[in-house]
């Protein structure tokens, strides 16, 4: 009888690490399976941050989403679809396991879906307030948050930090951080006003040494979590008839004009080489290629999220499983996203005044519009931060980073 009893712990021990394992090694999941009059297809990625992504098809429409929630790899995690075609706009308001809403109502029209927050549309609005039996409430997105004022020029809006993620903007001496309290990084001793060599990738700050003239060999480095500063000596003088062409990670590459020659600065090894000589000079387009003289004097930059898979609109960005489409109308860009496997169906997000100040952080996206940083997620855009230096200094530039 011991024996047995042995024998039944052992086992059901085994049972329960092996299904353990597996759930750790388990990448996801692809179903099928119906709500209401809606067809789903839901798909789990846990190498991608735990998105669920989903094609919601109607005997009349289909649309996709995606939403980010632990379920902790569970299946068939929307329980109820709520539907209403309302003056053209086919709306749509997903309900998840437990009754939670993780996305605004999405409305589609002319083929593009655009966020219930985003609609000043009085029908739209009345059959929101109908809602409110699911806990759907309208005001969940939009940024209520106080503003603080820091100086003349800088206003901070405190409440709409997110958790874990870690600002930096430029100053004129140095970088403002601000990682749940702000503070401030001196570089330079007087106010340099452009910084043409200087850039953000991932968690550091990269600027050349401003207090020469004509060439450099430091460049300043900044962590934008803690504000450490190391600095990175070349053995060759640079010019500062120079720019920086982008990062992969944490190497930066650099063009001279002067010399005509590339270089790579490595922050993890604290180095600067020579990469190419004008012999032989490549451009990163999500893979290396060929870069010819003229391109390389013209400024040609890095294009990490290069595609062409969509044309006819000012940029196109591919991230992950989206595209992100930049379109000009009058003095700023509206800016969608689409899903890599139906490109033709746009999701209108928000709109932007700068194409160069966009950073993709996971589900976020940080922006500048007109003179103040903002970001977007599922549940709206919010205000970060307010520089109004802005208004008469564009090469102010940023940094995110999440830890």
């Known amino acids: 009888m011991k024996y047995l009893f042995k024998t039944l712990i052992i086992f059901t021990v085994t049972f329960f690490a092996l299904k353990f394992i597996l759930f750790l090694y388990d990448d996801g999941h692809t179903i099928t399976y119906n709500v209401g009059n809606f067809k789903i297809k839901e798909e789990l990625n846990t190498e991608q941050n735990s998105n669920y992504y989903f094609e919601l098809t109607h005997e009349k429409f289909k649309i996709n989403f995606s939403v980010s929630k632990n379920y902790n790899k569970k299946e068939k995690i929307i329980n109820k679809i709520e539907y209403k075609n309302i003056n053209g706009y086919k709306c749509i308001l997903p309900i998840f396991k437990n009754g939670k809403i993780l996305t605004d109502v999405m409305c589609l029209k002319n083929n593009t879906i655009t966020y219930a927050h985003n609609l000043d549309n009085k029908y739209i609005k009345d059959y929101l307030t109908t809602l409110k039996k699911y806990g759907y409430n309208l005001e969940d997105y939009k940024d209520k948050a106080s503003k603080i004022k820091l100086s003349n020029t800088q206003t901070i809006y405190e409440e709409n930090f997110l958790e874990n993620h870690y600002i930096a903007m430029e100053t004129y001496k140095g970088l403002n951080l601000f990682n749940g309290k702000e503070s401030n990084v001196k570089i330079f001793e007087n106010d340099v006003y452009t910084k043409p060599i200087s850039y953000f990738t991932g968690k550091y700050y990269i600027v050349a040494d401003y207090t020469e003239n004509y060439t450099f060999k430091i460049f300043h480095v900044i962590n934008i979590i803690n504000g450490n500063q190391i600095d990175i000596r070349s053995y060759d003088d640079i010019s500062f008839d120079s720019y920086i062409e982008g990062a992969i990670n944490d190497e930066i590459y650099l063009f001279d004009k002067d010399t005509k020659k590339q270089y790579k600065i490595d922050i993890k090894n604290e180095s600067v080489d020579l990469f ?36 006819g609109y000012t940029k196109v960005d591919k991230v992950g499983n989206y595209y992100y489409i930049y379109e000009k109308e009058n003095d700023y860009y509206n800016v969608y996203r689409a899903d890599i496997q139906n490109k033709k169906l746009k999701t209108y997000l928000f709109k932007t005044t700068d194409l160069n100040s966009i950073i993709y952080l996971e589900n976020t996206i940080y922006y500048i519009n007109g003179n103040t940083l903002y970001y977007h997620t599922n549940y709206g855009e919010r205000k970060v931060i307010k520089n109004t230096e802005l208004d008469f200094n564009k090469d102010i530039s940023f940094g995110v980073y999440k830890k």
């Open 276 to 311: 190419h000589d004008k012999n032989n000079l490549q451009t990163y387009n999500g893979k290396w290629e060929k870069m010819s003289l003229t391109e390389a004097l013209e400024g040609k930059l890095f294009r990490n999220y290069y595609t062409n898979d969509i044309k």
